[in-house]
């Protein structure tokens, strides 16, 4: 293990790369055991209002407005992997405290418990995400940066889809068999996530990690909080990502709820869909990466975030499907849909950050678009929470009225009622977003046009790719050998970084 004085060679920079990705996928298994569905149907069993489960999705965004504060840590610290270490270990003590929950008695009590502890995870999360993303910046090589982050975020999508179904799983049978007591079944789970955790940190320890070649830990503070608002176009991405940010987070905490409460589902059918998006976003990850990669990564979000906003619009007609039984087919639809378009949006929306920020200066820029990112985010959390308990009281019908000598025929086509407003304001400010979008310039975008035809040529080809078991490996295999090969000997200056955290 090299210390942090010298470069790394390229058996350490190969060794670097390769727990970076096992580390991110033990990163995701515990993510996904203490987040999404499974915090969502744990405040459920608590019997959380619609208010806290908005809370409890506005919290991690809150503190990450701790990023631009945190870049000072580097300096004070000196190595980023020590800094990472103690970062994730007070962050999985916050999992330990989510899993002593169902010891109290109160019910209250536990809704309490579980902001604080969802509010420690989160506050280390934040204090260590700019060392991480620093880390990351400079062992990454930029002409890697589209594959081994779309490779990241493939391995670790497979993790949450097993997460995803073994949980859910043994929720539904935990409740089937304890009755009245689910909340001890999530405790199982949160057990899980901590172990999880724990061999994340163990790879986070053994990352070699190279000397810390950033500029911007000698500037002051008030500095570093104004450098990246005088970049114009950097700007222009923070206003999109701080809007794009509003549309999502004001729905997303509610999607669970919405098919557990609303629609009436049982939990095991959540999770399944919940696994259904990530399997998509995984076969779809290293189809996104290699079109960001030979075009730009504003060119694939001005096509996969309207198929985005498309997703979340069909969520409005789940009340007419009903009348027709087919709502689990739509909901498989739009699962499917939001899979291939997110891992579209959540590759593009890093990387083009990466890109856009001046390499010395990367972690400060990319936590300053955070911080932005953070305050909408949270804001509309709480703002969901609110309107949704607001809503539920209002409906709006569209109807046909057929008159005909026997009488009159009512026919309900359309109708909105409770989260059905929350869909369609997600869907306003998308649209919105989209313009400010185009706004952002980016190096070697091309008109959508383009990208489509490429989406069609490259679908063909993974169609064909698929069809076979070799195909089939191919998809889910980490392309290490790749990285292996492109890995120079020494490298001189610092690379971009990835926006990725180090949960």
């Given amino acids: 293990m090299s210390d942090t004085e010298e470069e790394l060679t390229a058996e350490e920079s190969e060794v670097a790369l390769q727990n970076m990705v096992k580390q991110g996928a033990f990163a995701q298994l515990k993510n996904s055991l203490t987040e999404s569905v499974f915090l969502v149907g744990f405040a459920i069993a608590l019997q959380a209002p619609n ?56 019910q209250e009590i536990g809704i309490l418990v579980l902001i604080g502890a969802i509010a420690i995870q989160a506050l280390f999360t934040s204090l260590g995400s700019p060392s991480w993303n620093s880390w990351l910046r400079d062992i990454v090589p930029q ?58 940190i163990y790879y986070t320890r053994i990352t070699p990690e190279p000397p810390i070649l950033s500029s911007h830990i000698q500037l002051k503070f008030k500095e570093l909080v104004a450098e990246p608002f005088k970049n114009h176009n950097f700007r222009s991405l923070m206003y999109f990502s701080g809007v794009w940010s509003l549309s999502t987070a004001i729905v997303g905490p509610f999607l669970t709820v919405y098919i557990l409460s609303r629609l009436g ?115 509309a959390s709480i703002i969901g929470g609110l309107l949704a308990d607001l809503f539920a009281l209002h409906e709006i019908i569209f109807s046909i009225t057929w008159n005909y000598p026997g009488g009159v025929q009512i026919i309900d086509t359309y109708s909105i009622t409770g989260l059905d407003f929350i869909f369609l304001i997600s869907v306003i400010i998308g649209i919105f977003a989209l313009h ?32 076979t078991i070799d195909g089939l490996k191919h998809t889910f295999q980490v392309p290490l050998t790749k990285t292996r090969e492109k890995i120079p000997r020494k490298r001189k200056k610092p690379k971009l970084e990835l926006s990725d955290d180090t949960d």
């Fill in 51 to 106: 208010v806290v489960i908005g809370i409890l999705a506005a919290i991690p965004f809150i503190t990450q407005l701790l990023q631009i504060p945190a870049v000072i840590l580097i300096s004070k610290f000196k190595s980023r992997r020590k800094l990472n270490i103690l970062t994730q270990l007070g962050n999985r003590l916050g999992v330990l405290l989510m899993a002593l929950i169902p010891f109290l008695a109160l």
């Fill in 143 to 200: 002409e890697q940066l589209g594959d081994f982050f779309a490779t990241r975020m493939a391995v670790s999508g497979i993790m949450a889809i097993m997460a995803s179904i073994l949980g859910g799983l043994f929720i539904g049978e935990w409740i089937r068999l304890n009755p009245g007591e689910e909340a001890w079944g999530y405790s199982i789970i949160f057990l899980a996530a901590f172990i999880a955790g724990l061999l994340a």
């Fill in 265 to 379: 589902f049982e939990f095991q059918i959540a999770a399944i869909l919940s696994a259904l998006t990530q399997t998509v976003s995984v076969l779809f990850f290293r189809f996104w990466g290699r079109l960001s990669d030979r075009y730009s990564n504003k060119s694939i979000l001005q096509v996969s975030a309207p198929l985005f906003i498309i997703a979340i619009f069909l969520w409005t007609f789940t009340s007419i499907a009903e009348y027709a039984q087919l709502t689990l087919p739509l909901l498989i639809i739009i699962h499917m849909l939001m899979g291939f378009s997110s891992a579209g949006v959540n590759l593009g929306t890093n990387n083009v950050g990466l890109k856009l920020a001046p390499r010395r200066e990367a972690s400060i820029y990319l936590a300053a678009r955070g911080s932005i990112i953070a305050i909408t985010s949270a804001i």
């Fill in 436 to 467: 400010r979008l185009a706004l952002v310039k980016e190096e070697g975008e091309v008109d959508e046009h383009v990208i489509i035809n490429a989406i069609v040529a490259e679908t063909r080809r993974n169609v064909k790719t698929l069809s």
